[in-house]
């Protein structure tokens, strides 16, 4: 594939350089060296023009006098040098360069960021920025993340992709999924765009096979027809969540401040999503929620959904925020309400929303949620578990996550303090996605049912 | 006022008995009794059939035996024995009585819950309850709540009443406030509410002094007019935050079948709250973020609002949140942006929102914030402080917690994981309200803005 020339240079160097590494450590060049030799990668090489040595390793006053061959350079300096050094790295027959600087079109630039245009261009090379954050796999090791590990969180490996059209974002992202322990396999930050944009990076993620699924924060397309194309191919195999912003009058001016991207019509983009599959997010939490529950549930076959609750009040929430959403409540089976009928106490009433009442222990959920799995009206299960009441012991936990078996995607909602934390925690790590809040837990279930909505209707086409 | 006839028993007892108290410390009212010891209430008597001591101290086989007076009885005793014991109560001229005891209208024995109700009127009991897990006000040793305090954390003393017709949603929110360290004045689990009603409560807390936000969880009214009389009266003095469930059709019918209350229609119940000033919250975490902000932050004067920010793209989100709320971008003084730009580098741009861009530091935020608060144009500040950028140190925390002064609301937005979650929380225990999103951020900042309005509205009325 053309589009994909030379993509794999970014995630997968064999070799690494980064320009403006020194000893200083207060220095951008220097954390992001440091991130590779703290990550165990071996051929990654510290330049700067004195040739100061980088954490005891031999540096190089030029790309020109490294003795190997360069993949992938990281370029951290200040940005009137930007342009000479991307010759360097032209010269070096570098495959890809990320320009971690800022400087250029953001603050009137241009000419500067032009001239990195042109290079990258005539010379082939593959750029990710300027002004951004840069790449990181922690599978291969790559990490140009300059901020300080003690306050951006590293999240562990997993299957989200994450691009980030602000820096800023990103990071609070990447941060917020190391608190979560949520795995990423890739993240981007892709700043001004000169050559990689959100539209190349679909396109090389929808082919990347450590990426389920694909979350993306922007502020304008660099392309919509193009962004659309390839995200109508996509979304068929891989679920792409975006975040959109700029969608007000206001945001939209404030986004052509901020990235000089056109955030254009909002309704146009909106419907321009639904139809290629774009699953948008209209909230920060949203992306976040969507991305996890297409991250380790199944879709849904349809939009009838079974709520089980120890907990009234969260049910009649949950029931609410289902309409809200475009679910509906499943209508059991009969065989199902029998079967529930037999684990359940004389005053529970086995109907949906089910509420199985303050003195649930693990059995009845047991109960419940496998007899609501195995009923065909059901197509998702939306389960409140709170962990406020004695007799609801963690084992719940093992549970809620055997009902996988049954093919139909849950999701949990556990509202409370610390102890429910640490069991909402148990659950993600188990796979199962689970929310504070009644709301968030049902419109996760939502994004399941509109994506496969979208898969079924798309399917043979 | 003969409204709140008998209703301090609850909460400032001198005397209390534990009906059902004993040395099992399985039993609900061995829990309740532990809670007063533990808090160091002195004049607490447990009373069982045989009189078995509880934790050591000595008990009593009825409430006749108990050689004082009582103000305050809890029932935790099966549903069957409370009209009996409620007939004690009457005799023993005890003030009010707490029925934690679950077990009566709401599994269709409305007979008991008949009795219990003719004997509160008749001998002039209050009674809350049954079917509820009661009340709690730390500051006089008071807790019936019966749920493990390793699994339902308590949180510390403050001004914040809930009121809860769900006892599983106000355990909930009383457990997460104990995580967020929120302080909560009192806690009020109403249940069947023979007596005690969301119009009682509402009516007592707004002449407690120890008690500045009134936030409630209902699933039905009991009288739907009074219940806007008195809300209109106390919304001019203190604010009333709201989440009223059963607002779809199938959330009604749930309501039926959870507190058996008669939701009613949504739309009239929600133009109701607009005319009599109750902020209706439309989630769960609304109801969370609108309590905290009204209790921390003055009102807004209008709907002028500030966006000051470290990174664009949250600006960006902030900005498109602001238009959903109904605020708008305060148009900066000539004098503010000349001030501004002193304090901030060539490369940002002194304009509303504010990006004081990645390497602000807390002079810069010092700079940005002042000035905006002190602009006659800006009536409320949302402020993005993401603590990822390594130039950002802790001392931000106290610039803004400093601009307070000003008089004006404040709310921030710190996203991101433990690093940022420590800043947050250093935040809140200054007074302002952190959220870990811009859109909540935003919505704290509206909340301000429509209570403002309608104190406003209703001034001199």
Known sequence: ??????????????????????????????????????????????????????????????????????????????????????????????KAVVVISGGFSEVGRKDLE???KEISKKSNIRVIGPNCIGVMDKSRGVDTMFLPTYRLARPPIGNIAFLSQSGAVGSAI??????????????????????VNEISLIEYLSKDRDTKVIAAYLEGTHNGRELMRVARKVSRKKPIVMIKAGRSENGAKAVASHTGSLA???????????????????????????????????????????IITNGGGFGV????????????????????????KKGIPWYAVPKNPLDIVGDADAARY???IENAAKDPNVDGIVCVVLFQTAPLESEVVDVIAQAMEYGKPIV?????????????????????????TPERAVRAMGCLVKYGRYLQKTKGR
Chains 1, 2 share one sequence.
């Open 174 to 195: 990447v941060d917020w999924c190391g608190k979560e322990m949520f795995g990423i396999s890739k993240f981007i930050s892709y700043g001004n765009a000169v050559d």
């Open 317 to 340: 929430i949950a029931t609410d925020s289902c309409e809200e959403e475009g679910l509906v409540l499943a209508k059991f089976e009969d065989k199902t309400i029998e079967e529930v």
């Open 1 to 94: 594939m053309k589009k994909d020339r030379g993509m794999d240079a970014f995630f997968k160097p064999r070799t690494v350089a980064v320009l403006g590494a020194s000893s200083n450590p207060k220095k951008i060049g220097h954390v992001i060296f440091r991130n590779f030799v703290e990550n165990g990668f071996k051929n990654v090489y510290p330049v700067n023009p004195k040739a100061e040595p980088a954490m005891g390793h031999k540096a190089y006053p030029s790309l020109a006098s490294i003795p190997k061959k360069i993949d992938l350079a990281i370029i951290a300096t200040p940005a009137e040098t930007v342009p000479e050094l991307m010759e360097d790295c032209a010269k070096k027959n570098v």
């Open 366 to 368: 047991r109960t419940a």
């Open 412 to 436: 949990v909602c556990s509202a409370g303090g610390d102890y429910t934390e640490v069991h909402r925690k148990m659950l993600e790590r188990s796979g199962i996605p689970a929310f504070p």
């Open 264 to 306: 254009g019509s909002d309704q146009i983009f909106d419907s321009a999503c639904r139809q290629c599959g774009i699953i948008r997010a209209y909230s920060t939490e949203d992306l976040f929620d969507y991305a996890q529950a297409l991250d380790t549930q199944p879709v849904a076959k349809g939009n009838r959904i079974a």
């Open 114 to 116: 032009d001239k990195v």
